[in-house]
């Protein structure tokens, strides 16, 4: 390689730039041509004002640190990471698909409640079949039998949704991760365009390929959270989004949301029920009826906040659903379909609900759960990841291969006494993209989040969120510490 920025450029078999020749891949020379036309300088500059003008815009996120959670700031780098026309169309369909057979899950798995009272066998549809066992789907923590409520019939409950993924060694696309209940990164991707345009406007200029601009889906977006508008509802749907507030670490992303939907954006004291059983919030001294509410609230927390009238948010919310005036997006209860047990059954989905093979793969995961699964694992716990299901802890994931014996051997036994609380994988190595760190371009993991609504139908929206581990490794990405980079979607 030549040129300043990536002389001393170490080469690395997992990163997207640079193979392990020491070579710029194909798809990054025009970008790299234009990274040493704007020079180390200017970049470090442009890293500078991007960190100031964050600041004052507040663009932090709420993250979870020995079992509390904090607001960190979200730094961003200046250099943009890369994403080819035929890779985003490979990964666009495979998170449609994903998308689809999850909403094929949630409505089966919701509908037993509402079976006719003479049917004998209740169980889900994959449990009647022999995909799934029963334990999987009616006594998962995930599922709460109160959600069945909070949707009008029909409606799709997971009209927004989150897919992370990782890239190999090998160049796979590997899903991590679904997210399904409150998917956050939408409002951080439209954010990042904007910074990026105002930090280093010249890598714009001097890369001649097209690039997808990021506010190209929210009209995307908006479709799909009218189609979220109950059958009764007369008229353009009038859609809000609903926020805890200034408290909640997301805070800043509802902000932009609000402001690129061009909705209103309000909290549990503004809302008041309307005379025909729907809701309606006071927006700027009036009160403004609402058929949608594009919902940035955690479930467990809709019982602890009141309404302007008060009543339990969680109450006001689920009468207007009955009533037949109110959509929510997302419906509450989806953790049935997107824990760490979740997650395994997945392919399965696919398989069972639409008559296909999955376009991405996932990583290999045990349900401990399952005897035969922790049997299985239970010699390998050294070599694999151990993750806490939801509804049992979900945030802990323990790194077998930096743990010592002692810490093993406590793993092991933690996990004897209560297995439904685990799942086990297969460790991930992500692929890296250059990062500024300390003026230099350094190689830092890197994972991305998709994102895909069910609307009309099911689409990948045309932007994504790229989450920048904070070091070299083994740490993954979108640990704490870490930051985010511009991502370019090229045509």
């Given at each position: 390689?030549?040129?300043?920025?990536?002389?001393?450029?170490?080469?690395?078999?997992?990163?997207?730039?640079?193979?392990?020749?020491?070579?710029?891949?194909?798809?990054?020379?025009?970008?790299?041509?234009?990274?040493?036309?704007?020079?180390?300088?200017?970049?470090?500059?442009?890293?500078?004002?991007?960190?100031?003008?964050?600041?004052?815009?507040?663009?932090?996120?709420?993250?979870?640190?020995?079992?509390?959670?904090?607001?960190?700031?979200?730094?961003?780098?200046?250099?943009?990471?890369?994403?080819?026309?035929?890779?985003?169309?490979?990964?666009?369909?495979?998170?449609?698909?994903?998308?689809?057979?999850?909403?094929?899950?949630?409505?089966?798995?919701?509908?037993?409640?509402?079976?006719?009272?003479?049917?004998?066998?209740?169980?889900?549809?994959?449990?009647?079949?022999?995909?799934?066992?029963?334990?999987?789907?009616?006594?998962?923590?995930?599922?709460?039998?109160?959600?069945?409520?909070?949707?009008?019939?029909?409606?799709?409950?997971?009209?927004?949704?989150?897919?992370?993924?990782?890239?190999?060694?090998?160049?796979?696309?590997?899903?991590?991760?679904?997210?399904?209940?409150?998917?956050?990164?939408?409002?951080?991707?439209?954010?990042?365009?904007?910074?990026?345009?105002?930090?280093?406007?010249?890598?714009?200029?001097?890369?001649?390929?097209?690039?997808?601009?990021?506010?190209?889906?929210?009209?995307?977006?908006?479709?799909?959270?009218?189609a979220a508008a109950p059958p009764g509802c007369s008229g353009p749907p009038r859609v809000a989004v609903l926020t805890q507030g200034e408290t909640d670490g997301a805070w800043f992303e509802h902000q932009v949301l609000a402001a690129a939907l061009d909705v209103p954006l309000v909290r549990a004291g503004?809302?008041?029920?309307?005379?025909?059983?729907?809701?309606?919030?006071?927006?700027?001294?009036?009160?403004?009826?609402?058929?949608?509410?594009?919902?940035?609230?955690?479930?467990?927390?809709?019982?602890?906040?009141?309404?302007?009238?008060?009543?339990?948010?969680?109450?006001?919310?689920?009468?207007?659903?009955?009533?037949?005036?109110?959509?929510?997006?997302?419906?509450?209860?989806?953790?049935?379909?997107?824990?760490?047990?979740?997650?395994?059954?997945?392919?399965?989905?696919?398989?069972?609900?639409?008559?296909?093979?999955?376009?991405?793969?996932?990583?290999?995961?045990?349900?401990?759960?399952?005897?035969?699964?922790?049997?299985?694992?239970?010699?390998?716990?050294?070599?694999?990841?151990?993750?806490?299901?939801?509804?049992?802890?979900?945030?802990?994931?323990?790194?077998?291969?930096?743990?010592?014996?002692?810490?093993?051997?406590?793993?092991?036994?933690?996990?004897?006494?209560?297995?439904?609380?685990?799942?086990?994988?297969?460790?991930?190595?992500?692929?890296?993209?250059?990062?500024?760190?300390?003026?230099?371009?350094?190689?830092?993991?890197?994972?991305?989040?998709?994102?895909?609504?069910?609307?009309?139908?099911?689409?990948?929206?045309?932007?994504?969120?790229?989450?920048?581990?904070?070091?070299?490794?083994?740490?993954?990405?979108?640990?704490?510490?870490?930051?985010?980079?511009?991502?370019?979607?090229?045509?």
């Amino acid at each position: 390689m030549s040129g300043e920025l990536f002389a001393g450029y170490p080469p690395v078999r997992t990163d997207e730039a640079v193979g392990p020749e020491g070579r710029l891949r194909s798809g990054w020379v025009e970008l790299a041509a234009a990274l040493e036309t704007v020079g180390r300088d200017r970049l470090v500059l442009a890293a500078d004002d991007l960190a100031a003008r964050r600041r004052a815009l507040g663009v932090s996120a709420s993250l979870w640190v020995d079992g509390r959670q904090e607001l960190r700031p979200v730094p961003m780098d200046p250099v943009p990471r890369l994403v080819g026309a035929s890779t985003w169309a490979t990964l666009s369909a495979g998170v449609a698909q994903r998308h689809r057979a999850l909403e094929a899950f949630l409505a089966d798995a919701y509908r037993p409640a509402g079976r006719r009272r003479g049917d004998t066998d209740r169980a889900a549809e994959i449990v009647r079949a022999g995909v799934l066992q029963d334990w999987a789907v009616a006594h998962s923590p995930g599922r709460d039998p109160d959600a069945v409520a909070m949707a009008w019939p029909g409606q799709r409950r997971a009209a927004v949704a989150g897919t992370d993924v990782v890239r190999t060694p090998d160049g796979r696309w590997v899903v991590t991760k679904d997210n399904l209940r409150v998917p956050s990164g939408i409002g951080y991707a439209l954010a990042n365009r904007d910074s990026a345009r105002t930090a280093a406007p010249e890598l714009f200029a001097h890369v001649g390929r097209p690039v997808v601009d990021p506010a190209d889906a929210v009209p995307l977006l908006a479709a799909a959270l009218a189609a979220a508008a109950p059958p009764g509802c007369s008229g353009p749907p009038r859609v809000a989004v609903l926020t805890q507030g200034e408290t909640d670490g997301a805070w800043f992303e509802h902000q932009v949301l609000a402001a690129a939907l061009d909705v209103p954006l309000v909290r549990a004291g503004d809302l008041h029920p309307r005379g025909d059983g729907g809701l309606e919030a006071a927006v700027d001294g009036e009160r403004v009826p609402v058929d949608v509410l594009y919902r940035r609230f955690d479930d467990a927390s809709l019982g602890a906040y009141r309404t302007g009238a008060n009543l339990p948010l969680d109450v006001a919310l689920t009468e207007a659903v009955r009533a037949g005036r109110l959509g929510l997006v997302n419906v509450p209860g989806n953790g049935v379909a997107d824990d760490a047990a979740g997650y395994a059954w997945v392919p399965a989905m696919i398989r069972f609900y639409l008559d296909e093979e999955p376009l991405l793969d996932s990583v290999d995961t045990w349900v401990l759960a399952d005897p035969a699964a922790w049997s299985a694992v239970r010699g390998r716990l050294g070599g694999l990841d151990v993750e806490e299901v939801a509804g049992y802890g979900g945030r802990r994931v323990v790194h077998g291969p930096a743990c010592s014996r002692a810490e093993l051997d406590s793993l092991r036994a933690e996990i004897t006494a209560a297995p439904h609380r685990f799942v086990a994988r297969e460790p991930l190595e992500p692929s890296t993209a250059p990062t500024l760190v300390d003026g230099e371009l350094r190689p830092r993991p890197v994972d991305l989040r998709i994102f895909s609504v069910s609307g009309p139908t099911t689409i990948t929206l045309p932007l994504a969120l790229t989450r920048v581990a904070p070091d070299a490794g083994p740490a993954r990405p979108g640990v704490p510490g870490g930051g985010s980079k511009d991502t370019w979607l090229l045509r």
